[in-house]
């Protein structure tokens, strides 16, 4: 599973012209599930995103995490980051997980990040739409998690 944060000052989704989800401070977090994955994973990247120390303390230091700013996320997935570019010009998506086994683990991280301690509120895009996604970035801050590297 794989997963890129940013920090943001706001985020939000549209979907058809309608938004349908936004956050303020927090974290936009694009999720990728590939073949393989479960709950394990989910849970894993789920504590690793809501505790990383990647927010300002009061020293201007990132010594502060999710839960400890009471921040927001925004939880968005994308089959892309699965994407493997070594071959030609065209990525293949074939590690990402096929629908019925991405969405369950899709709604699993959500519900996990909505029930961890100091985030303040856990938003999501629409599984599989087209969506427009804005953001303030903070700092800019980006990162990457891959279950395979933690």
């Known amino acids: 599973?794989?997963?890129?944060?940013?920090?943001?000052?706001?985020?939000r989704v549209e979907v058809e012209g309608e938004t349908i989800a936004c956050i303020g401070k927090g974290l936009l977090i694009f999720l990728g599930?590939?073949?393989?994955?479960?709950?394990?994973?989910?849970?894993?990247?789920?504590?690793?995103a809501a505790a990383l120390r990647i927010f300002e303390d009061e020293n201007g230091?990132?010594?502060?995490?999710?839960?400890?700013?009471?921040g927001e996320a925004l939880i968005v997935s994308q089959f892309t980051l699965a994407a493997d570019c070594k071959k030609g010009r065209r990525p293949s998506f074939v590690a990402?997980?096929?629908?019925?086994?991405?969405?369950?683990?899709?709604?699993?991280?959500?519900?996990?990040?909505?029930?961890t301690e100091g985030v303040k509120a856990a938003a999501s895009g629409r599984f599989g739409a087209d969506m427009k996604v804005t953001l303030c970035n903070d700092g800019p801050v980006t990162i990457w998690l891959d279950t395979d590297l933690l």
């Open 1 to 11: 599973m794989k997963a890129l944060l940013q920090r943001v000052l706001s985020a």
């Open 33 to 48: 599930v590939t073949e393989g994955d479960g709950e394990r994973e989910c849970d894993i990247l789920c504590d690793k």
């Open 61 to 70: 230091k990132m010594n502060r995490s999710l839960c400890d700013e009471n």
């Open 96 to 115: 990402a997980a096929r629908p019925e086994q991405a969405i369950p683990l899709y709604e699993h991280f959500i519900c996990r990040m909505q029930e």
